[in-house]
């Protein structure tokens, strides 16, 4: 537990990291780790008050392109838990914060962390239970088919099913050789819209968002992938301007948040339902 | 919105305060902020990074004795509004905390906030969210089968239904009239503790949270009155001493924690929810 | 109880009222009870065989304009709680019909009347209830999207949520100083329609029912607002014409009915649901 | 739909009769309709108000004896049919009461009376509509295994799933050839009871109610077989005598009480959840 | 149980026969049991491995046109019992397929089943759960307003209301009386097609299923009614040319291979969803 | 697709394998097919039918001891994604069983066999579906608090909340270093029935299974752990003989049956739960 007095130790760590060489590359690799977590300027103030190391992920073993499928995200879930294990025994934390849309590897994360009483968050994880204390139900502006069906999952998983609304697609995926090279992509949106130049990316997520709110009932918007994690700002500048007074939410902000919280709180998990190796207690039985 | 490079100011409203000479009285009145806030010693590391200011609550119109009935939290919850209007419009606080286990007056409260951009958070409501991120079901320890039918409704508005275990009854009530002079309240029994006595409501509530765990599946254990609140730190020991690794929450730390939280974020509700005064914008249809 | 061979005593009261003078008024103070009571041809043959009274309702204490926000519902609710406690007091009644399409005060009065023994029903209540009696699934045809927001409320508060279709938003709100004087209002449509001029508010009433049927799965249709429930019989005709056989409901007659249905069979509530004032029982815990 | 200021006049129909010789009757055959109707002088002053008839139902084609399988149930229900469908087409009536603890033929029979526009209401569905106006959970005490089989099968098919918190058996079954002669079962228990003897129906139905309560969250208790409705006043009053202030519904009541409130609205069932022949309307898709 | 080395033997028993003279008949009555098997060349491989036989059904009690309302369902799966029955007192049989769409009499039927340990399937509920098996939603693409209210039924009774995504009309119904000679039936359809003519009712399932996967988030397509069962091949065809791949199922074969998978693994039924007559067991309560 | 007229080819794989010298292990390594598969006998009348390899399985990459936190469920679900892979690549097969209580790498070895058309069964997923067609609920007889945590996840993944009544834990778990050398774990108990003597987790389980049906309402029993699939023959027996006729399923079974059932049916997966890389089609938006 946390020195009384000190400053939070929060450990970031990248979903994974490419090869420099990538052509699939859609965030800097390299650099301070303020270049390296993605839209720096916006969640520089969350972190102002917490001591941070920024751990790059694991170079991703399934290729060298960003994960999308189940396999990659499962692949990439299991190739981070070294780095979470090393960290929790490092001493050096008193919380860790997963980075990436899709949250690869993270109840397997906690149950690691819980063993440590260091709490872990998630991005999808921290984005959904924020927007349950903002409004009733919540839609998420993704970006590809194959992305969509596996936030479903998280949805499922962190039994969200009756919160969530709906998840729409704007079709801006990662960068794939399975797209060959034709296929637009997110890459390079957030940079033309930071040059001031129309970004399709941006535009589609805002029709998405307003069909989420007018068609699906979203009182909440929520961000799929951390390559698009940018939109935040722009996004809920433009629904508040056409008169949608719905909060946008992000990953990074809303999982270094709900660490912070939890470390304040003296809380990481439950021992009921991440259970020690071996298990503290015996239950006869267990409900769902 | 908060200025940068300051602390959030927080302003903590109390549920309602009775005349001093009352023979109902459960907490302290009167004194520095320090005094009046009950548990502050458990709470104070919380509010270090803030600044905050504590407020009495109204004086309450129901009776001199606590709310516990659905109509006495009705009358106090209305009598606490324009307390937070005031707070709202005085431009100087960041946000409320409403202060009180059965959120009095919470849902107009955050109606009142949301027009000024202010977080208002509630201690049941605090609870129950974070208790979420920590496991998959939670049971409410609670004083007394009123209060009981009081917090089953908050459940419901609150759409937790599915993720409640239960909630378990103690039996130590707030003092009231109607249970005249001999009935056994919780009164006395956290100075009991704190004076090495044997208190026989922290016993209760020992073996209610590992009923709660054993029988009803709860994986978390939430304090439903804020009279109760002082059990977090023995109970949360008592339970790890049993083997039971299961959080305990409480809900002055959680609402102050979720307000700070929704204060970094630039957060505080969402304008589906809580419509503008007239709405800015017009929605066909709203699913619930 | 009602003696043997008498006819039901009803109260029947209002929601509120406002002074005679405000310009925000929308239905008739003073006169006769038949002509307080909106819509009283229609409702007249439900009361033939009761005696019933009428009492105006607390005159507003939030201001002069009807309520529709959160806030304002909570305020009328509480103000309304006196005439409830002093009817049952009075022994003058079998018991009590709420009325107004936001049933404000109702669960606090239905544990006033529990501990008489006198039930006490309410308009949306009773709506929602026979409407699961007639169909699967009902939507709600509400006049704004403030009042919207309070009926979604409403509906999960009586733990209605899996039989709510949807809530179609017509936007004839209220009078409300905040709309301004230029905004459209429900008042005068009525009048508009008994004069056989064309009703844009039924109009819109048509559409929003005929959407909720063909779009969202509807069988039942509701009014949300008794400033509303003039709808019924002109919605009920225009469905029918339209092919629709789909049953309109409003919430006078639904109410009384409901009162009279209780009162023969000698029932109010639970005492589980509303614990008596010291409840006579005690649990170990309670399921949501 | 009934002429004003006439009295509504309703068709009682039992499930199903016995021939006079059937060593498995349970219930008087022949004599006026008050003898044949079960508990008479307990539903007397709820038909003070309406004019009826009583059918005798349509002599058992599966065997002399009462129908409790679901086969049975489903003869039972097919042979009801052409009485309700006569009923209609008499001009007679103005709603229908089908007799008899599991609804034999019930949606069946509202299809029917849909197209005459005359409500038919059933006992088990308007026990389970009016418990959820008293109270949020409700439990059967009901009579034996395979009823309980039955019972839960029309829970779902009501939709009322999530409001049932247990189906609980008592285990006093209908006589039947299957049991063979030694076998106990509820005939003669209300005898036994009115004569003031001890019943072991009435204390198996005191236990289970109360079980129901303390150990399954009931708030509401209904009664699942006509058989046992005799047990309403006895159960309700030793449930209160015990501290127990839970409501026992039971289904001669109950059915009655809802059909001459749908008679009052002139309300009988939506077109769309039991579409005319031929449909006077098309939908597109419809939802579950 | 089935003796070893022996293939299954299967009963297929239509769900009713029509006089051959009626002017209704949609499906070929007399000749051999392939020739009364409709689409029997695509079922015959999944019946090439077991050993078979056709019942034609029951003469229909109800009159000489097909099932489509309530009523006639009960009616048809009432008098399909005996034959259930006698099938299964036979000893001849393994199990037991229940022809046609809307499973007339299919619960009953697995009550008689179960007392011999005979397995019973039925065409929509086969469907439903091996659709569970595939994806997460299903949409029934189906013929008639009145046949989608018994589908909706069946999908309450079988307990996927969450599963089912939509019920889709494509409105050719079933020829009947009620519609009177002009209007279009599904008869002749399937032969339309067949003789490589367009076909209406094959261009509405391929407008209904894509509605209902881009619309209501169907992930598996079901067919309602036996008589469109033939439109599995060339929908699932044209879904997939359109870029939907796109499960689409039928009754007949997943009935059938239910039926032998149930036949292998040894079950048919568990004793406590329908109990024995009478009961091996005794509970002392059963949640819905 | 299977060249018609030939047995179905399947490829039964293990969850993974220990070093031969591991003390761990609890099953057979090495030698025939049919000594690796694990309760050859009761399952080889199911694979008469077909042609089947076994694959032993990845060495697991997590230790030398079976696998059950969520960690190593994630490590050795990754660790059998290319032998899935190969398999379906070679075009030697038909269908996939993956063997293991737990189905690691179960939802990505579906994706993966999706874009081959071959479908992929997994144990404890068969088993729950398989169990809805028997009955209305399931509970998991299972073998120790961590594992139940897993199968708890897989409950909800397989969205069968509403379904699954409980999971017992009989606390025979696999053998693990972190349980030291004393601990009991279900290692010879399968030996010890076999050879007449009594085995505690049979009696554990007999218990567990009518715990499972009295106090949770369990209609059918699953076997959570492959290590205690030997359970499913004498647990059946021995609650035939109690009363119960209950169902109790284990996973090898189940899932080579629905593998067979799926290659008869010519079915896989819904290209909607699992898009194809890349997606052929494009939705604009996704229900949970």
């Known amino acids: 537990m946390r020195a009384p007095g000190t400053r939070p130790r929060l450990l970031l760590v990248q979903a994974f990291s490419l090869p420099a060489d990538s052509p699939n590359n859609y965030r800097k690799a390299g650099g ?4 390296q977590l993605m839209n720096h300027a916006a969640v520089a103030p969350l972190l102002a008050d917490v001591a ?6 694991a170079m991703a073993p399934h290729g060298n392109w960003p994960v999308e499928t189940r396999e990659e995200f499962a692949i990439a879930g299991v190739a981070r838990l070294p780095i979470v294990r090393e960290a929790c025994e490092s001493g050096k934390y008193d919380a860790i914060v997963l980075l990436g849309g ?13 063993r440590h009483r260091i709490p872990v968050t998630a991005n999808a994880h921290a984005q959904m239970h924020l927007a349950m204390t903002l409004g009733n139900r919540f839609s998420v502006v993704d970006i590809s088919e194959t992305h969509n069906a596996h936030m479903a999952e998280l949805v499922v998983r962190y039994r969200m099913t009756d919160r969530c609304a709906s998840i729409r697609n704007i079709d801006y995926p990662l960068p794939r050789p399975a797209y060959g090279a034709d296929r637009p992509t997110l890459r390079g949106e957030a940079e ?5 130049e129309r970004s399709g990316m941006l535009e589609g997520a805002v029709a998405a968002a307003i069909a989420a709110v007018e068609e699906d009932g979203a009182e909440v918007i929520l961000l799929g992938c951390s390559g698009a994690f940018w939109l935040q700002a722009p996004l809920q ?15 990074y902000r809303c999982g270094i948040e709900l660490a912070k919280l939890m470390v304040n709180l003296g809380v990481d998990a439950s ?5 020690a190796d071996p298990p503290a207690h015996r239950r006869r039985r267990r409900f769902v």
């Open 271 to 275: 021992g009921i339902t991440f259970p």
């Open 52 to 57: 941070w190391d920024l751990h790059p992920g």
């Open 102 to 114: 899709g949250d690869p590897g993270y109840m397997e994360a906690r149950e690691i962390g819980r």
């Open 192 to 196: 033309r819209h930071a040059a001031g």
């Open 32 to 35: 301070t780790k303020e270049q």
């Open 237 to 251: 500048e433009r629904l508040r301007a056409a008169g949608w007074d719905v909060p946008v939410l992000e990953g």
